[in-house]
């Protein structure tokens, strides 16, 4: 799927009549986009149709000896890279800024679920045109997927079911052991055999083309 940004919208939506029947506060919908410049999972306001870009300015620092126990405990020990866990992320400002250097159009969208599972998801798109930052045109697009919730649903709660199921499990010493010290092992070995396979794969790759053609080049006779 790789990476997006987030548009907030703070203003009103154009509007199917289907999507007037669902009675949503659109404001509070998490939208998407991979259309508005680099994809770093930056995030974007319209708002009286103009564009905005909220800036974060901050800076990593360790984190403590009790908030890598919290993580510890909240993950269950399950982490695969400690390394990348040990630092936290520190906001020291943040502002919005006025995007009147943005030309250009984008299509930005958001996932609405129903709510049972006789009911449907939606996938509504919107395009925006904006010039020097002034959003010219907001319109909604006439296609857009719409599923049944059933499949979504029954995959939820078969996912709840056995979640559940495994908590009980673990409340169980032979169970505990098992998971523990056999599956998770064998999982984090399969784990880092795929990774060493990757790196080798990738190698291989920059020698046979890459490696080779520059010993090529070096000793061919010009």
């Not at 599956?183 to 880092?192: A, L, S």
């Amino acid at each position: 799927m790789g990476l997006f940004n987030y548009v907030r919208v703070e203003q009103e939506l154009p509007l199917d009549a289907t999507l007037k029947t669902l009675n949503r506060n659109w404001r509070d919908e998490e939208f998407q986009t991979k259309e508005i410049e680099e994809n770093c999972l930056s995030t974007y306001i319209l708002r009286d149709n103009k564009l905005y870009e909220e800036v974060i300015e901050g800076h990593y620092e360790d984190k403590t000896k009790e908030e890598i126990q919290e993580d510890n405990k909240k993950y269950n020990g399950w982490i695969r890279l400690p390394s990348l866990h040990n630092q936290k992320w520190v906001v020291d400002k943040k502002y919005e800024k006025f995007r009147d250097d943005y030309t250009g159009t984008f299509v930005f969208g958001c996932v609405v679920n129903g709510d049972t599972i006789d009911g449907t998801d939606f996938f509504p798109d919107w395009k925006a045109v904006v010039v020097d930052g002034v959003v010219k045109t907001l319109t909604i697009l006439p296609e857009y997927n719409k599923y049944s919730s059933k499949d979504r649903i029954e995959s939820q709660l078969k996912w709840e079911a056995e979640t559940m199921l495994h908590e009980k499990k673990m409340r169980n010493p032979v169970y505990r052991f098992y998971f523990n010290y056999y599956v998770r092992v064998v999982e984090n070995f399969g784990w880092r055999a795929t990774r060493l396979c990757t790196k080798l794969i990738n190698a291989l790759n920059w020698l046979n083309w890459r490696g080779i053609r520059f010993i090529v080049k070096v000793l061919t006779p010009r």
